[in-house]
């Protein structure tokens, strides 16, 4: 992962189109919804490089870590690594991505990654 600037929290319900030659043109979806909770600070976490925390998403369950790498970059690089725990399966991102698009979807996602949305 790659680090960005930060966003307004308006944007975690943002899904459609943003114009292609726009600042993150393309298809914008949301993969999934939730909190995340850790101990202690995680902006001091953050500074040090490496933060542990627990998702309580839809699909992403459970404990994670984020390491900061030392791989020269315009801006900072991290890893994602799933902690060992009763939600770490092993599966492809791709299998946690429903295939049936929603009534009306105009989408431009391939078979297969389509997500359905909620009612």
């Given at each position: 992962a790659?680090?960005?600037?930060d966003?307004?929290?308006?944007?975690?319900?943002?899904?459609?189109?943003?114009?292609?030659?726009?600042?993150?043109?393309?298809?914008?979806?949301i993969?999934?919804?939730?909190?995340?909770?850790?101990?202690?600070?995680?902006?001091?976490?953050?500074?040090?490089?490496?933060?542990?925390?627990?998702?309580?998403?839809?699909?992403?369950?459970?404990?994670?870590?984020?390491v900061?790498?030392?791989?020269?970059?315009?801006?900072?690089?991290?890893?994602?690594?799933?902690?060992?725990?009763?939600?770490?399966?092993?599966?492809?991102?791709?299998?946690?991505?429903?295939?049936?698009?929603?009534?009306?979807?105009?989408?431009?996602?391939?078979?297969?990654s389509?997500?359905?949305?909620?009612?």
């Amino acid at each position: 992962a790659v680090e960005v600037e930060d966003h307004p929290l308006s944007y975690a319900t943002f899904e459609g189109d943003i114009p292609q030659g726009h600042y993150g043109g393309g298809q914008v979806d949301i993969f999934d919804r939730g909190v995340w909770a850790t101990d202690g600070n995680p902006l001091e976490a953050r500074a040090r490089g490496k933060l542990d925390f627990v998702l309580h998403g839809e699909k992403l369950r459970g404990g994670w870590k984020l390491v900061r790498t030392a791989k020269p970059g315009s801006k900072p690089q991290w890893l994602l690594i799933k902690r060992d725990d009763q939600y770490a399966a092993d599966v492809e991102s791709d299998d946690l991505v429903e295939t049936v698009p929603p009534a009306g979807w105009k989408g431009r996602r391939p078979s297969g990654s389509v997500k359905k949305t909620a009612p």
